[in-house]
C-alpha cells in the first residue's frame, strides 16, 4: 500500500482504519471466542486512531516526515498478527514518520 501523498489522502486512510476498527467490533458482537483475541487491544487502538483522526481535523496534527512513529505502534507492534488490517495501520505509519508520497 502506497503512503498518502497529502494530509487529505491520510486523513481518509486514518478514516479507513476507524472504520475498519467498527467493522471488527461489529463482527465480534456475535462471536464471544473471537472477541477474546481483539480484547486486549481494541479499545485503546479504537482511542488512538479518533484522537489521531481529530487532531487531523481540527488542525492540530503536528504534520508528517519527523521520523517518530504513531502512539498506537507499541500497541501495534505487541498485536499486529491480530490486526486484519495492519498492512494499513503501517502504511499510516510510514507516512507520518517518513512524509508524503511523491
Known amino acids: 500500500m502506497k503512503k ?14 476507524v472504520y475498519e476498527v467498527d467493522e471488527l467490533r461489529a ?11 481483539y480484547a486486549p487491544f481494541l479499545d485503546d487502538l479504537d482511542r488512538m486512531l479518533r484522537d489521531l483522526h ?5 488542525g492540530n496534527y503536528a504534520g508528517v ?9 507499541p500497541l501495534f507492534k505487541k498485536h499486529e498478527r491480530n490486526i ?3 498492512e494499513l495501520l503501517r ?4 507516512t507520518h514518520r ?3 508520497e511523491r
Request: charged content about 30%.
Open 54 to 58: 481529530e487532531s487531523m481535523v481540527s
Open 4 to 17: 498518502a501523498q497529502d494530509l487529505n489522502q491520510l486523513i481518509d486512510l486514518v478514516h479507513e482504519a
Open 65 to 73: 516526515g519527523k521520523g517518530e512513529d504513531l502512539a498506537f505502534m
Open 84 to 86: 486484519p488490517f495492519r
Open 98 to 100: 517518513e512524509g508524503y
Open 91 to 94: 502504511t499510516i505509519n510510514a
Open 27 to 37: 463482527c465480534l458482537e456475535h462471536d464471544d471466542d473471537e472477541a477474546a483475541t
